[in-house]
């Protein structure tokens, strides 16, 4: 298992510094510097290791403190008074999502395509390497990063050694029954959005209850780690067991998915290729009375309706289904109303948020390159401002259609909860409903005119530009800044509303003005 380890650390230094280097030398100051002689330099790739070993030991400690970081600031925020018994409940919480979420040994990378598929390494003297080597990184960097944190919470070292080790054994476990569900099923749990959202949704839900006073004892965590503890050495022996790695590498680990793993999983190529072949039939009465682009667009979208409109269905059920749960629970326990009332009354900063992460507008963008843009750009009449802004908004009005359909349902209950949990005055139920519709809408613009202006995307839907990355980075810190804001929803929407109306008309501006320019193939 250790010369596995260790081969497979070689093949992923090794891709680490001929990437590095590849990318150095399209730099213009390097291009005439470094040729491909440089590929072949022991002296320079050894620099370069280091280098690489160096930045990336750098990047992942970053990433932790900034994950304990976002934890602190939670919990600070959650309950003021408590913060030690608050920062174990969300850390814990935070441990089951990551259980849930960050699964290693199933996950698809150019490592493993490299490793398994390509040079044929035995898959689980590999498993069991890529296993143990995570499980060691888990550990060092939260040990440091409970270290760092230790001048702000006051825990205990027996209290650190239990929380460590309960996520250590909660990982084994999570390994453990993604592989068996994987086994079970034929497909990864995070391929079903209805299944996959309803139980992240509510563990986020879980994790905000010492806002309301109640948090996991230090006896409950002691029950976990015996759980987790019996739990994962089951789990471990289970892993050992299954003898056809071998196969899952291979049928998960193809060349097309190893080759995009660096971009989010939400941007699923496979879902915006698939077509049924009853979307392929469009009917007269739906084109009938069309012209122009507008029968361009329309086809378009009846054509792809299905792969468009199900990601959105799918979040409309799941939060329709944790507005009745949080029904329920007002139903009896009653005594949470008046904090629930205040929360949504006040703080709909972090239903901003929610609605960023249920807007399908990038993922409908992605969907009109890839059946439709890529090949018309080619086209210069196509790029004609004329052109551009009037399927700029038919556009518009097709994502805010499928956009609209888990805002109505979220906005339609977010008032239904603050009628239950005792009622508000007319205007503020029609605002706040008003303000999450227009919120939907405006995040539907928001990444048409980003697309519009970056056309991100080349021919293989990789995302190529700095920019666009660089602008959705900062529209998600905003939109997490904004949880945060504590007023008057009225006064919340009422601005929500001014600021929108005023992006729209900024951004059909830059539309029409920039897109003949930006709007082009890479």
Known sequence: ??????????????????????QLKKLPIFSDLLTDDVYQSKLIKKIVGVFAFVLSFCRMLVFRIFYFLSIYVISSFLSRDRLLDSFFHVYFVFTLIGIYLNTKILGTSRKKYYSIVLFQMDSKKYMKAYLWWNLFVFLLFHAICFSFFSFLIPYSFFEVILLLFLSFFGKIVGEALHLKFYRKYGHLWYDNQVFYFSVLIGLLILSLLPYFGFFFSFSFFLFFFFLFFILGIYGYFYLSCVDDYQVLYQRLNTRTRAMNDDFSRSYSRQDMIEMKDRDKVISVRKIQGKKGYDLFNTIFFERHKEILMRSARNYAIAIFFLIVCFAIFLFFFSSYSSSIHYFLLHHLGWFVLIVYFINRGAIVTQAMFYHCDHAMLSYNFYREPKVLLGLFKKRVIMISKINLVPAFVLALGIDFLLFLSGGTIFVN???????????SIFFSVHYLVLYYLFQPYDRDMQIKSFPYSIACFFTYFLTYFLHDV???SLLFSSFGLLITIFYFIIALIFVYRRAIYTFKLK
Request: proline share 0%.
């Open 486 to 488: 504590s007023i008057s």
């Open 429 to 439: 139920y029609l605002m706040i409903f008003s303000f999450i519709l227009v919120l």
């Open 1 to 22: 298992m250790i010369k596995t380890l260790s081969v497979s650390l070689k093949i992923d230094l090794a891709c680490a510094v001929n990437s590095f280097l590849y």
